[in-house]
């Protein structure tokens, strides 16, 4: 993982205009993964995203943590079944062909 891809949680937390403590939340909750750099926390870019849509949830619509890691919870079981039936489908093609 290069620095380049690590954003200060500082930054974060200015620029979304949200307290520190929701990153910590949402890394208890291991919703989030923080590095940690010469005393410093970053988020890699790529959680970035994530980070954007939980705030929503909990400041627009005052979802509290734990429906926060529910619902991702769940969006990630949607991810793996949707994976399962690709495989499968992709599996259930290779016998309709003969």
């Given at each position: 993982m290069?620095?380049?891809d690590l954003i200060p949680v500082k930054l974060i937390c200015k620029h979304y205009k949200i307290p520190s403590s929701f990153i910590n939340t949402l890394q208890e909750f291991q919703l989030i993964e923080l590095t940690i750099k010469k005393d410093d926390f970053f988020i890699h870019r790529t959680?970035?995203?994530?980070?954007?849509?939980?705030?929503?949830?909990?400041?627009?619509l005052e979802i509290?943590?734990?429906g926060i890691d529910a619902i991702y919870n769940l969006l990630e079981q949607v991810e793996n079944l949707k994976q399962e039936i690709r495989?499968?489908?992709?599996?259930?093609r290779l016998y309709e062909d003969f």
């Open positions: 290069e620095n380049r959680q970035l995203k994530e980070v954007e849509k939980m705030a929503r949830l909990h400041y627009d509290n943590m734990e495989t499968l489908n992709n599996r259930l």
